[in-house]
């Protein structure tokens, strides 16, 4: 039972990591081992990083950012058969141009730390990736397949505010919520066992 729980808690903090490490600051472990024999995992006012919108090349910089709450429900005993449903609410971001970003060099020389590490780690993970190719899966490494592979995403109530501190210029912009599954060939709902 021991062995079981610290596996599922490396689990599920390699599942964060991997899905949301790259957006959220400090995702408290000790908050998953409480609940992770049970698989429902409660996460509240997380901080977005100011280089969560970084990847996708937006002229935009993330002043400030929360996420109400997280909630992350993986279905342990039916993870080959059920998504693992990851549901967001309450999410505030406050964006200013890159040009109106206030500069420190220390946060510069982070997020360059920061994008050399994500290259590194890609570069890693592909190498990896391609030695063990032809190996078996270790039993952790399939669960963290089959979540990733069967992610169930809901983001409800969404504002998004950008300022342009130069001109005074603010617009608002609300989405009641945003839905992705995992869907087959046909654009139906489904669930992709560790097979395929």
Request: proline letters at 3%.
């Amino acid at each position: 039972e021991w062995y079981q729980r610290r596996v599922r808690e490396g689990v599920l903090e390699t599942v964060l990591d991997k899905v949301l490490g790259e957006f959220v600051q400090d995702i408290n472990s000790k908050d998953l081992k409480l609940a992770v024999w049970s698989g429902n995992v409660v996460l509240k006012n997380l901080r977005l990083k100011a280089e969560a919108l970084a990847k996708f090349d937006l002229p935009v910089f993330v002043y400030a950012g929360l996420i109400g709450s997280l909630e992350l429900q993986v279905p342990w005993k039916a993870l080959w058969t059920s998504p693992t449903r990851v549901a967001v609410e309450n999410v505030v971001l406050l964006v200013v141009p890159k040009e109106a970003a206030p500069y420190s060099e220390d946060k510069a020389m982070k997020e360059e730390r920061s994008r050399k590490k994500a290259m590194l780690r890609a570069v890693e993970e592909a190498q990896q990736r391609k030695a063990t190719k032809d190996q078996k899966q270790t039993w952790a490494e399939s669960l963290i397949t089959a979540i990733i592979k069967n992610l169930e995403i809901k983001v409800k109530n969404i504002h998004i505010r950008y300022e342009d501190p130069d001109s005074g210029y603010a617009v608002g912009v609300t989405l009641d919520q945003l839905y992705a599954t995992t869907t087959d060939g046909m654009w139906r709902n489904a669930v992709i066992s560790s097979t395929t």
